[in-house]
């Protein structure tokens, strides 16, 4: 099962704790990450990449393995250890604001 | 004994306040969304208990809430459904996009603030206006500038693009709060006929449904924009109106309080004796069509009252002579703002009026305005206010 931690915000919107576990066909890349985890989550389409472009959202980030991955492509295969479930996958909001 | 419900929208939450027909005594709820900007909440005249409310947020973008028992709990609409493990989710309660048929494509710029055209491009929800009729039917005043409806209960939206495919477009400017639709009156008699409002662009109309609309600036003045009577481009802060009388209108411009008579066609300014026709709301009387409320700012810059004192003008004679109301409103040292959408009136006997403020405060009047209390003092700065009168 792959790991993902989510922002607090959407936590609450999804209703889960701080760590969901989802079941993601291989490859494992941040593109099928976030295609199982809207699949699982529906409420959360839309709230972190773009409905229509798929854009991540501009205040938000993806780390793996400590690593920012948030500028590759979103179909580049991610670390074996995500991929392993023994690292989890990172969807962090921007401290921003002040 | 009827009952009072006040939906309040907040920086940082929504908050729902109960009393009975008194409205002496207050229950607070919430924060419902905490953290979250809360638009706008409101209740379907149609099913009380059905409320939708718009939440935001600069990282996470637009969310749609809805709540089947009177906001004692909230689903985003679709959210729950079972998904097939592999298969994209169908949820698209919080999806606005602008119609690209030919209809709607042909206006694809707006007026940026250096005077340049740039694109559409949506950004949070505004304003939910459900329909008289039918409680899974709602509209959602947007920025930038449209309006969207839905018939499914806000699962998912579709533009009405006549509006934004008038023409004018292109003359259409951010305010300085963003290119937002915040206004949206259905009229109960005419179910084709809806007005709204735009900043900064100005007032619409359509007659047949939002296939057409109509610009409906006529007497409208403002120094601020080249042309100053032109056919758009004017900052209308809020328009109200009574339900029994949907060819009378009256609006709170960025200056200028204005009335009309003729659905829109021709405005007149009605600002009379107020200390500064400035302001962002205006509101009626359920039960006198031509007294009306408005909030007095201190402009172009400092947007709070005039010298420190909060105070509510009433005018009964649909505008032009104007008293300042304020029993149980401070006097001195008050700096808030009291927000667009952030005034609503009961239908209970004794019309209740209510509004918040930036720096928190709800107050109500349960005698019309001749006095007022706070109901809560201390919530995050509130952005909208509405009222459900219950039986």
Redesign the interface.
Known sequence: MIRVVL????R??AKVGYEVEL?V?SPVTQRSIL??L??????L????R???TQQR?P??RFFACEEDWSLEPPDAPLPEAVASGKEPFYII??I??G | MSKVRVLVGTRKGAFILTADGKRDKWEVSGPH????EMYHLKGSPADPNRIYASQT???????IQRSSDGGKTWE?P????T?????????????F?YDTSPEGKPLTTHQWYDGTQHPWEFKRVWHLEPSHTDPDTVYAGVEDAALFRSTDGAKSWQELPGLRGHGTGPKWQPGAGGMCLHTVILDKKDPKRIYIAISAAGAFRTDNGGKTWKPINRGLHSQYIPDQTAEVGHCVHHVAMHPSRPNVLFMQKHWDVMRSDDAGDNWSEVSGNLPTDFGFVIDVHAHEPETIYVVPIKSDSEHYPPEGKLRVYRSRTGGNEWEALTKGLPQSNCYVNVLRDAMAVDSLDKCGIYFGTTGGQVYASPDAGDSWTPIVRDLPAVLSVEVQTLP
């Open positions: 922002p607090q915000h959407l609450t919107l079941s066909t295609d199982a809207e699949a699982y989550y529906p409420m389409a839309g709230t972190i773009d409905h229509v959202r205040f938000l909001g921007a921003a604001g | 969304f905490a953290g979250w947020s600069g990282w996470f973008g637009q969310v985003a679709g959210g729950d459904i998904p097939v493990p592999g298969a994209m989710p169908k949820v698209e309660s919080n999806k996009v």
